[in-house]
């Protein structure tokens, strides 16, 4: 049995498909995050659940939610279950009224109960199902209260589902063009009388992607049946509002208690004040890197560090020496994977320290308020809070942030999106950040990270402000986004959307950064003569060596610097293991040791906002290359960020020796 998963956004649907089917996915506080069908299957059963982006109607404005409504066009399944925000029922019957109206064996699970429960407000569910002819579930997925009464229900025998007989009536004039409209789709056409009746509905209430379909069939026949459009639309959703209004009179036993509310409006009075947000948003990252850096992953990360360099890399050495392993392999094993992949493991604790921070704001509520306290500053330059979204999601990685653009719909704003995302300190440049400022900023480490932060943003802003104008955008696109109440997150989702985003950063030191290790030992092991005589002789000393004048303006010259720059376009990971190895060290203590003889502070920092602003990883290239369907703005991206980020180093570089930093 195939089941579609609906929902609003933010109504804790991802959640809800995690649990069913235990897997996890990605789960933010606001749209389109799940930005393509998922298919997930209850374990024991032959249930599978299709998790279908996060939409308000049915009616399409992005990518994300085409998705949604081209699947109940073309798409085959047996039930539909839609999660609702129990607390926000007014807003999420809406959708439910167009998806009963489709006419499959309907599901309504009312989520978040612990937020009805926390207002002091009263359901009955009962009065719900008898008037919308569903079943109706209470869970709050957060915890997993209620899923497993859902969950035994789901892969029951599909005839303990009531047969659908949803009917809500437009009113005589807007039901005799109904009547027409799904006269011709069954008679002509041969659709279902169910199906018809739906088609027109949606026809009738403007939805865009249903007037396409019937262009594209041309069912000709339909488009004379609809003389007045705007009329028509207003009286499909009047119909509608007064239902769910009515409806939620009747179901609601108790109104909720507006002191509960009043503390989140408390809150946000701060967290958006138009003045103070802004400044709230810098005070709370340069917190989460104080966190990352001084205080919790800062010394998890040296005490990681002295382990692996210390006792297990001497021990390996001793092993590999009793076992009689030749001096190529020992070094490749010592001084390539252990120093290279092993030397940027060790950030893994300061890594994962962010990433927790990062799920803390999102889970808690404030994430959402950050997109809003954005929004006003994104119109300055041509765009929204909408376009905000994906740069937050940068901060992990910019590949999820570049796809995550297909949540705008108007297509000049979501390429501008696309083009700035790389610009957003990933967590892949982490490793770097994490060297340097050990090495020259030992005091002022999370002030150095943040305007390191600030200005990726501050450049990604003056940039589409610059794309605005030269694109000409003048269309805008709608920015909604759930400001759900403040909670405390449980320690279980905290854990669990840290692991997800670290886990890329794990699974990218067994594949891509291993390769890379490997790699950059042999160009750094051998030379034209076969195995070099020491490492200034070896290829990357050459190809460095070759390429080092033309950074020296930027203040960093070695050529050990120089080869990670580029070994950094592969992944931006690989730049920490390429220092490692080409310094031959052993560990971050000795690298940093190595680093204060090549490297002023102004030096220093001029190299950390050239890897923040060059030429993305080759991933970052390829999700462009697939959202924008070019390789030309690939292409462009590269060499533009290059170019920028030489401008920007430049400036910071001579400004500070200019004025003797």
């Known amino acids: 049995m195939k089941i579609a998963l609906f929902g609003n956004p933010n109504t804790g649907k991802t959640t809800v498909f995690n649990h069913l089917t235990d897997s996890y996915a990605y789960v933010g506080n606001w749209s389109g995050v799940t930005v393509e069908k998922k298919i997930g299957k209850i374990n024991h059963s032959f249930v599978s659940i299709i998790d279908l982006p996060g939409v308000y109607s049915l009616n399409p404005l992005t990518k994300d939610e085409a998705v949604a409504t081209h699947f109940l066009l073309h798409e085959s399944f047996d039930q539909t279950l839609n999660i609702l925000n129990a607390a926000q029922l007014k807003r999420n019957l809406l959708l439910t009224i167009e998806l009963l109206e489709y006419g499959k064996p309907t599901v309504l699970v009312l989520n978040m109960m612990d937020i009805v429960k926390k207002q002091d407000m009263e359901l009955n569910p009962t009065v719900l199902a008898n008037e919308l002819h569903a079943t109706i579930f209470q869970t709050d997925a957060r915890t997993n209260k209620g899923m497993a009464e859902l969950k035994s229900f789901l892969i029951g025998e599909p005839s303990s589902t009531p047969s659908p007989s949803f009917y809500l009536d437009y009113g005589e004039p807007v039901e005799a063009i109904i009547r027409k409209g799904q006269n011709l789709l069954t008679t002509i056409y041969q659709h279902e009388a169910i199906f018809a009746r739906w088609m027109m509905i949606q026809f009738l209430a403007g939805n865009n992607m249903i007037e396409k379909f019937i262009a594209t069939n041309h069912y000709e026949g339909l488009l004379s049946l609809k003389k007045d459009p705007q009329a028509l639309e207003d009286a499909v959703y009047a119909v509608r509002l007064e239902f769910i209004e009515e409806l939620l009179k009747k179901a609601t036993l108790k109104e909720a208690n507006q002191k509960t509310t009043a503390l989140t409006k408390k809150i946000d009075h701060l967290t958006t004040h138009p003045i103070w947000g802004m400044p709230l948003f810098l005070m709370i990252f340069y917190f989460m890197f104080k966190l990352t850096f001084d205080w919790i992953g800062g010394p998890l990360s040296d005490l990681f560090d002295a382990f692996l360099s210390g006792p297990f890399s001497s021990n390996v050495s001793l092993f590999l020496t009793w076992i009689g392993a030749n001096e190529l392999i020992h070094s490749l094993i010592i001084d390539g994977l252990i120093a ?44 929204n809070g909408k376009a905000f979204i994906p740069l937050l999601i940068g901060f992990g990685c910019n590949v999820p942030g570049i796809m995550a653009a297909r949540t705008i719909e108007q297509p000049k704003e979501r390429l501008i999106t696309t083009l700035i995302s790389p610009f957003m300190s990933c967590s892949a440049r982490l490793p770097i950040y994490s060297l340097f400022i050990a090495a020259f900023f030992e005091k002022n480490q999370a002030l150095i990270v943040l305007s390191l932060y600030v200005l990726g943003i501050l450049v990604a802003i003056i940039l589409a402000k610059f794309y605005s104008l030269i694109f000409k955008t003048t269309d805008s696109s709608i920015f909604i986004v759930d400001l759900p109440e403040y909670n405390l997150p449980k320690l279980s989702i905290l854990w669990r959307g840290t692991w997800d985003k ?80 080409l310094f031959h060290v052993g560990g971050e203590t000795a690298l940093i040791g190595q680093l204060s003889s090549v490297f002023t502070p102004l030096q220093a920092y001029s190299f950390l906002v050239f890897v923040l602003l060059y030429i993305p990883c080759f991933a970052v290239l390829g999700a462009i290359r697939a959202e924008t369907g070019s390789w030309f703005w690939s292409f462009y991206s590269a060499l533009s960020s290059f170019i920028i980020a030489y401008g920007v180093s430049f400036m910071i570089y001579q400004t500070g020796m200019l004025f003797h930093f």
Do not use: H
């Not at 092993?342 to 889970?363: K, Y």
């Not at 195995?531 to 033309?550: Q, W």
């Open 340 to 383: 290279g992949v092993g030397g940027v493991l060790v950030f893994m604790p300061q890594i994962f320290v962010l990433f927790a921070c990062i799920s803390f704001l999102e889970d808690s509520g404030y994430m959402a308020r950050a997109a809003l306290v954005m929004d006003r500053l994104m119109e300055s330059v041509g765009l």
């Open 502 to 581: 670290g886990k890329g950063f794990v699974k990218k030191a067994g594949t891509v950064i291993f390769g890379g290790t490997v790699l950059i030992w042999s160009l750094s092991y051998f030379n034209f003569s076969g195995v070099a005589s020491s490492i200034e002789t070896s290829f990357m000393a050459a190809i460095g060596s070759f390429l080092a004048p033309f950074f020296a303006p930027l203040g960093f010259y070695s050529w050990q610097a120089v080869s990670a720059i580029i070994t950094g376009i592969l992944a931006k990971e690989v730049v920490g293991s390429t220092m490692l190895i």
